[in-house]
């Protein structure tokens, strides 16, 4: 009985070991979904736009475009009515992050 408990301990410590480097894939890619969440009521759902629509689609922009706008909002160098409000409140790494994220959506 004793060995069967090492034995499953063992065995799970090992499963959790090789989990490990997936669950932080999925809580990365989680919070990446929570921080484009916050795009959604303008832009759509993971940056798709309604056709036609005044807001531009963000998904499938080049990464290093869309990074450089937002800073642009954020720094005051592009007017806007709403965005330099939402811009303030991102650091660059989430800029670059955001950025990422929407050019992978297609």
Known sequence: MIRTTRISMALA???AWAAGPAL????????????????????GTQGKAAPGGAMPRL???????SAEQMRAFRDGKRPA????????GYSDAQITALAAYFAAQK
């Open 81 to 88: 009515t709403v965005m330099h409000q939402i811009a303030k």
């Open 13 to 15: 410590a090992l499963l």
């Open 24 to 43: 932080a894939q999925d809580a990365e890619a989680i919070r990446m979904a929570s921080l484009a969440a916050t795009c959604a009521a303008c832009h």
């Open 59 to 65: 998904a499938g922009l080049d990464a290093a475009y």
